[in-house]
């Protein structure tokens, strides 16, 4: 595809119900990160995957965050229970590989979610 | 730790004047430095990137500069434009592994008629 895209675009979610939001990388992107965008701030990093393999998740602020991409393209981030404090844009990230000059992120246009 | 700090938080210009926005950081290692544009409700999209041998780069009328001995940059707008109206993030990449980002709270540009 063109870029990278995102899925839903907006979320609503009742306090306590389950969210899954979906990531389409840069088809041939090797590495893929997730960020928690709360307003008015800049993006906080959540997770790292290079291909299938997960090897950061130190940025995820609980438990009831989990992140997956078990065939090395897209990828989705599921919240459980959301709580009020998880009403963030998600943004997803994707580059070619790790090292200069192919290290560059591209961004998807993110999820905003809302939990009341 | 590993923090970028900008400011101003905010800044309103009227169409057609410049503005310089700040960026001080303190990252290591040190990789580069990126200045990213945030129209709302997209992601971010990079206006420039600068190794710490380069101090300056510009892109149109966007041109950034960096000390990497202040460890401070700073982007600067000429002849605004209405479509400048965004949040300008400064971002430093930390060298090693798989170059984790470090993103400032970004300056809300907002360009008036």
């Known amino acids: 595809g063109a870029g990278v895209s995102q899925s839903p675009r907006y979320k609503v979610a009742k306090r306590g119900q389950d969210v899954a939001l979906r990531c389409d990388p840069i088809?041939?992107?090797?590495?893929l990160f997730w960020y928690q965008q709360a307003l008015g701030q800049g993006p906080e990093f959540l997770t790292y995957?290079?291909?299938?393999?997960?090897?950061?998740k130190s940025g995820l602020p609980s438990d009831r965050f989990f992140a997956e991409r078990p065939e090395g393209s897209v990828s989705t981030l599921k919240i459980q229970r959301t709580q009020q404090e998880d009403s963030a844009v998600y943004l997803c990230?994707?580059?070619?590989?790790?090292?200069?000059?192919?290290?560059?992120?591209?961004f998807g246009p993110g999820t905003r979610l809302t939990v009341l | 730790k590993n923090q970028v700090e900008q400011s101003p938080q905010s800044l309103i210009i009227l169409e057609g004047k410049n503005c310089t926005l700040q960026?001080?950081?303190?990252?290591?290692?040190?990789?580069?430095l990126r200045w990213y544009k945030q129209d709302t409700g997209r992601g971010p999209v990079s206006l420039t990137i600068?190794?710490?041998?380069?101090n300056t780069k510009s892109n149109g009328r966007y041109t950034a500069t960096l000390d990497a001995d202040t460890k401070q940059s700073s982007l600067h707008i000429t002849a605004s434009q209405l479509s400048d109206s965004a949040s300008y993030i400064c971002?430093?990449?930390?060298?090693?592994?798989?170059?984790?980002?470090?993103f400032g709270a970004g300056t809300r540009l907002a360009v008036h008629p």
């Open positions: 971002v430093v990449t930390v060298s090693g592994g798989y170059n984790k980002l470090i």
């Open positions: 600068m190794t710490f041998s380069e």
């Open positions: 960026c001080n950081y303190t990252v290591s290692p040190f990789s580069n």
């Open positions: 088809s041939g992107h090797v590495s």
């Open positions: 995957f290079q291909n299938e393999a997960q090897l950061d």
């Open positions: 990230a994707s580059s070619l590989a790790n090292m200069p000059p192919y290290n560059e992120q591209f």
